[in-house]
Each structure stands twice: as C-alpha cells, then as structure tokens.
C-alpha cells in the first residue's frame, strides 16, 4: 500500500525553479514529522528539509538553505518542496519521509518513505 506519493519533479534548467509535492494519509499526517530526502547516482541519501507536525520548526541541508523551501498544509494533508536557483548537483532522486520523531534529522529517524521522484538540472 502506498503511503506517501511524490510529484512534481522533472527537468529543469540551471537556475530555474520546481516545485515537489507530497501526499499522506489523512487520519495520521498531522502526527508526524515530514522532510525531504535527496539521493544522486553513487551517493548516500542525504537530509534536503525537514518541518514539524504544525510547521512550527524547519530544518535544511547546508547546500540548499537559502535556496529551497519546505512547508505543509496539513488541510490538504500535504508536504511541498520549493527549490530555486537550482544546480546541476542538484539532480538526484528526491523522497518523501514521515516520521513520529517531529525534526527529522537523519534517516534513522524515518518510519515512511515515498517512491520517489527525479529531479534533473540540466546547464
């Protein structure tokens, strides 16, 4: 069954803008810590955002704070990604996570994950 559904990535150029989105289960989204993961070829997934139950705390990757913004609508029982000013190293497989622990801040923490979705910035 699938718990978390990501969308919005794609390809974009240097520079540019996306905007990833994440889906959850209703009844238990405001419980739980979300964030985003970012995974490229070769490379350990990595912290890109975390943001409390209420979105109360956020969190960032030294790499994208100042660029990316996380942020939910727990009406929509959703969890959304704004990432400007993007960077080819930026590419890499972007996942969704939920977790009871409220600021996610490593993988350990992740009890959910989504399927995840492709970012790719082209020069």
């Known amino acids: 069954q699938v718990r978390l559904v990501e969308s919005g990535g794609g390809l974009v150029q240097a520079g540019g803008s996306l905007k990833l989105s994440c889906t959850g289960p209703?009844?238990?989204?405001?419980?739980?810590?979300m964030g985003w993961f970012r995974q490229a070829p070769g490379k350990e997934r990595e912290l890109v955002a975390s943001?409390?139950?209420?979105?109360?705390?956020?969190q960032y990757g030294k790499t994208v704070k100042g660029r990316f913004i996380v942020s939910r609508d727990n009406r929509k029982n959703t969890l959304y990604l704004e990432m400007h000013r993007l960077r080819p190293d930026d590419t890499a497989v972007y996942f969704c996570?939920?977790?009871?622990?409220?600021?996610?801040?490593?993988?350990?923490?992740?009890?959910?994950w989504g399927q995840g979705t492709q970012v790719t910035v082209s020069l």
């Open positions: 943001i409390s139950p209420i979105g109360s705390m956020t």
């Open positions: 996570a939920q977790a009871l622990y409220p600021q996610i801040e490593k993988l350990a923490h992740v009890d959910y």
């Open positions: 209703d009844r238990t989204f405001t419980s739980y810590g």
